[in-house]
């Protein structure tokens, strides 16, 4: 195996944060690709510029995705990365593993790739970096055969993704682990085989803390909330005084709808005002808990800057039931699906096309009335449509109220 | 030898089966958690089980063999079971209190670093760069791994007012959500990208490298058979190029990185915020990175000295004005900072009430 | 229609695009479904069992995918020629 002199990436294995460098050289030790990776490397580091070239056109058998091809322009120099391709395996909900399981794809990736992964990807995928195309097929067989299918890529539904939730949280408003099961196995054709205009990712948190991000990355967020009152525990509130907290500025002062209060004895919340923003119940966790309903909201179109800007998902649905089988939510992904896939030019995602067709479209297109919970504030122009029905709605409520005598806004 | 039979459309394997005992006989039933240090907390049930949980910092990429050594500490300690957090941490889950202090141990004898829970800096969420991207203007890995060098006491002991979230990407594309984090290092271009005309025709599709363009900047140029890009309308996002491979925008001498803060994601006292630019440009400096770590680390200490408990870096700023942000930290303002692109309408100021 | 007819037509499609427009799988039914009129589920039934023996494949180019005609390498690699 050839020996690469790295005095640039030698210096990223100083310090005391784990060094990615490290890790590559330990493949690189029993791997030829993993060694040619780390001599592309130390090139790219000593030039300033990347040598990959744009992914090709690889995968497996029947799937349009989960593989995404990789070429170095060097593949001379560094014949171990001329393929290098990634292969994603969908993760299980909530990134549990044992053991057994991971040294399992362990050791078919070492038998088959370059050893190298990424634990995950920003996606939620656990991604393997750096195989042949020859043995894309082999690599298929080897992990559906013990029970592991790729994840998503390209013009398809991504990999679903969820935060830890029931498994161990006590925030959670909704079984995140299993709605992400159940949405990946109801949506495993969308996965695998690229339909879409562009690319559609779901995400899933159980309460506003967001733990994956999914209201600045997922085209369609589901956050966990609830409708029913905060429970206080007094003496738990009590037992934060006396350990230090200072309550009036810490929690009441920094309540965002100013709905709390506190006496020194005792803590107080306004529920009806409560916007459920978890400031209060993560700082005390002890002795604030939500109760009564439980389920979602559902928020829509966040992505990354390409094209015109990034966006943050907007609330479609204020609130639904989150509960197996999931029939509402799914129903919910296939209309967005639709309304997408009649209205969308190639690789629009469906923030984009709601901005060009009007969110008015949209909402109508999922069967959603208009309520204020899905703004910050209404319309600042005067320049709005108004449909045929639109007028004739107005005219009859108009009717109605010369009849009865009452104004009705 | 004869490859197994593959299987299709047969999804993730159910998770349920990666749950250790505990978690299994208390799903769903948490009824609170305490952060015993930044390296360890623990859950308690309703039903007064516990499960403690250990935190490791993961480089992200992981050769088979530290995946392993993590199999091999999970099986000493936690029966196996260990999981892995979206920031790209591990976690040991003990449900044997005896077992956590012998686990940290051996961990710590094993050069593990324990850290990155509660109001500190955790592990950077980050790109793939130079390591393996095509459209990468800067190597995500080696930035994160300079940064977290300069700031691992946050991450192992040292307390911020709240909780600094770090990103790094490595061009526009923001594969990492970049665009939410409380500072954030995103790789730019700066310079008009340049057209094999030769090869345009037989790569690319004029509508769609056309209608890639935020900003209408390409045009068709039928005696190339190809477009032309108006230099005046650039931004330099790099689009064009993802669409059409002939189209060339890397530059080694003027490729660099920005750096935006005051973003976040939750909900928790104010509402999501995007990052915003403070330093348009400081050229590429591998390994190091040297002004970038400098940087990164002044504006953390700018805000642990200031801010208030609780206040997240974009509600510090919020609070403070962005002027007083300029002011306190001596970062020069210039023009990149005031939008001229999608955005301008909502951040240009409409008041003469300001801070001198 | 038969199933066979109906995969010659799709393959007709595609090969009538090649090298012109990459096409997306809805581009073809919709195309397909425009000419003939035929039930966009059995057309999308055809199509996907074209793809399923490597008549037709799924490929990624630009920053999107779309369904094309396979190379020669492509075959060789899947096994499906020598």
Same mark, same amino acid.
């Not at chain 2, 990666?18 to 009824?31: A, E, M, T």
């Not at chain 2, 790094?168 to 340049?194: E, L, Q, R």
């Not at chain 3, 199509?47 to 492509?74: C, D, F, K, Q």
């Given at each position: ?197 562009y690319k559609f990712k779901i995400k899933m948190s159980g309460c506003a803390c967001d733990c994956v991000a999914s209201i600045a990355r997922a085209d369609m967020s589901i956050i966990g909330t609830w409708k029913g009152n905060i429970e206080v525990n007094q003496d738990e509130v009590k037992n934060y005084a006396k350990n230090g907290m200072d309550i ?69 649905? &204020? ?6 089988? $999931? /029939? #509402? ?5 296939? %209309?967005?699906? +639709? ?38 504030? &209404? ?6 449509? $108004? /449909? #045929? ?5 107005? %005219?009859?409520? +108009? ?11 | ?356 | ?82």
């Open positions: 195996m050839k020996k690469y002199d790295t005095p640039l990436i030698d210096e990223l294995e100083k310090g005391p944060w784990p060094s990615f460098v490290t890790e590559m050289k330990k493949s690189a030790k029993k791997n030829e690709m993993a060694n040619d990776a780390v001599g592309h490397l130390e090139k790219c580091f000593k030039t300033k510029v990347g040598y990959w070239k744009h992914g090709g056109i690889v995968g497996v058998l029947g799937y349009g995705g989960g593989v995404i091809g990789r070429y170095s322009e060097l593949g001379d120099e560094f014949p171990g990365v001329a393929h290098f391709h990634t292969v994603r395996i969908n993760q299980p909900s909530g990134f549990f593993y044992t053991s057994a399981a991971l040294r399992e794809i362990c050791d078919i990736w070492d038998k088959y790739g370059s050893g190298l992964t990424n634990v995950h990807g920003s996606t939620g995928d656990l991604v393997l970096l750096g195989t042949k195309t020859e043995a894309l097929e082999a690599i298929f067989a080897e992990y559906s055969s013990r029970g592991w299918d790729l994840g998503g890529s390209g013009s398809a539904l991504r990999t679903p993704s969820c935060c830890v939730g029931p498994g161990r949280c006590e925030w959670t408003n909704y079984d995140t682990l299993d709605l992400s099961y159940a949405l990946t196995q109801e949506f495993q054709d969308e996965i695998h085989r690229p339909t879409f205009a009036n500025a810490e929690i009441v002062g920094m309540c965002p709808t100013q709905c709390m209060s506190y006496d020194g004895k005792e803590l107080r919340i306004n529920n009806a005002e409560c916007s459920r923003c978890m400031h209060c119940i993560t700082r005390m966790t002890k002795a604030l808990r939500p109760t009564g309903e439980r389920g979602a909201t559902i928020c829509i179109g966040s992505k990354a800057p390409i094209v015109v800007g990034s966006l943050l998902s907007w609330v479609i649905v &204020p609130f639904i039931k989150v509960e197996p089988p $999931y /029939t #509402e939510v799914k129903d919910l992904v296939r %209309k967005i699906w +639709e309304w997408w896939d009649e209205n969308a030019k190639p690789r629009e995602r469906i923030g984009e096309v709601i901005e060009m067709k009007g969110m008015r479209s949209f909402l109508e297109g999922i069967g959603q009335a208009p309520i204020p919970q899905q703004i910050k504030e &209404p319309r600042k122009d005067p320049f709005m449509f $108004y /449909t #045929e029905d639109d007028m004739a709605a107005f %005219k009859a409520k +108009e009717a109605e109220e010369k009849k009865t005598g009452k104004y009705k806004f | 030898m004869a490859l197994p039979q593959r299987k299709t459309d047969i999804g993730p394997p159910h998770y349920k089966q990666f749950l250790p005992p505990v978690i299994q006989k208390n799903y769903g039933k948490w009824k609170y958690h305490e952060v015993i240090n930044p390296g360890l907390m623990v859950h308690v049930a309703e039903s007064g089980d516990k499960i403690w949980t250990v935190r490791v910092a993961s480089p992200r990429i992981l050769a088979t063999d530290t995946i392993r050594e993590h199999c091999d500490v999970a099986d000493k300690y936690c029966g196996g079971f260990f999981r892995y957090t979206t920031r790209n941490n591990v976690e040991f889950l003990v449900s044997d209190e005896k077992q956590v202090e012998p686990l940290r141990k051996d961990l710590a004898a094993r050069g593990f670093k324990m850290g990155g829970i509660g109001a500190g800096i955790t592990n950077v969420v980050h790109t793939q760069g130079w390591v393996h991207c095509h459209s990468a203007c800067t190597d995500a890995s080696g930035l994160v791994k300079s940064m977290m060098d300069e700031l691992m006491e946050y991450f192992e002991s040292k307390r911020l007012p709240n909780k600094v979230r770090l990103a790094v990407a490595c061009c526009v594309n923001m594969c990492g959500a970049v665009h939410c984090s409380d500072i954030a290092v995103v790789a730019v271009h700066t310079k008009v990208p340049t057209i094999a005309h030769e090869n345009f025709k037989n790569m690319c599709e004029l509508p769609t490298v056309i209608g890639s363009c935020p900003t209408r900047a390409i045009s068709p140029d039928p005696a190339n058979k190809s477009v032309k890009i108006n230099a005046e309308k650039c931004m330099y996002c790099g689009n064009c190029f993802t669409v059409c491979p002939p189209i060339s925008i890397k530059d080694p001498e003027r490729d660099g990185v920005a750096i935006v803060v005051g973003g976040k994601i939750n909900s928790l006292r104010t509402s999501p915020k995007f990052s915003k630019l403070v330093i348009p440009y400081i050229s590429n400096e591998p390994p190091r990175w040297p002004k970038v770590v400098a940087a990164i680390k002044h504006i953390v200490e700018v805000y642990a000295k200031n801010a208030r408990k609780h206040e997240r870096i974009g509600e510090w700023i919020e609070r403070i004005g962005w002027e007083r942000f300029f002011s306190m930290t001596g970062i020069d303002f210039t023009f990149q900072c005031i939008d001229d692109f999608t955005f301008m309408r909502d951040t240009m100021r409409t008041s003469s009430t300001f801070k001198w | 229609m038969e199933m066979s007819e109906l995969q010659d037509k799709i393959f007709a499609f595609c090969e009538a695009a090649k090298g012109k427009k990459k096409l997306k799988e809805k581009d073809i039914i919709n195309g397909i479904n425009a000419e003939s009129g035929l039930d966009k589920d059995e057309i999308k039934k055809a199509l996907r069992e074209m793809i399923n023996v490597g008549r037709l494949m799924y490929s990624y180019g630009g920053g999107a995918s779309s369904v094309e005609i396979p190379s020669e390498e492509y075959l060789r690699e899947k096994g499906l020629i020598k």
